[in-house]
């Protein structure tokens, strides 16, 4: 597991944010996983602690060869249980895994590229 991309400003606060492109290839397998900062910054209720990078990093490295969406969704839970379900700011899980070919043509394939699988998980706080 290996951090991608750097971190960039918000989205439609700024006219022209800083951006920069990052690139690489994702084997068959592998999975490319999205985040807000709402998923690391969650609080514990008992003591404020941050869920944190570290812990994220943690908790993916263990969820093995497991589906996209399953995935999205282990993250999810795991942050809702450690913030007893008091989310205060977006958590939003984008999973995207390059799927094994399985030597079959499907009607949606593009020559050169490898086909994903995306899921978007809910966005929400409390209110």
Do not use: N, W
Request: hydrophobic share 40%; charged share 25%.
């Amino acid at each position: 597991m290996q951090a991608f991309g750097r971190p960039g400003s918000l989205f439609g606060l700024f006219p022209a944010p800083e951006l920069h492109d990052s690139r690489g290839t994702l084997q068959a397998g592998d999975s490319l996983i999205l985040f807000t900062d709402g998923v690391t910054e969650a609080r514990s209720q008992s003591d404020r602690e941050l869920y944190g990078d570290d812990r994220l990093r943690d908790f993916i490295a263990g969820l093995g060869d497991m589906p996209a969406p399953q995935m999205a969704d282990a993250i999810q839970q795991a942050v809702r249980a450690f913030s007893g379900a008091h989310v205060s700011d977006d958590t939003v899980v984008l999973v995207l895994k390059a799927l094994r070919y399985s030597g079959r043509k499907a009607a949606t394939d593009v020559p050169g590229c490898t086909p994903v699988s995306l899921v978007r998980l809910d966005v929400g706080g409390d209110d």
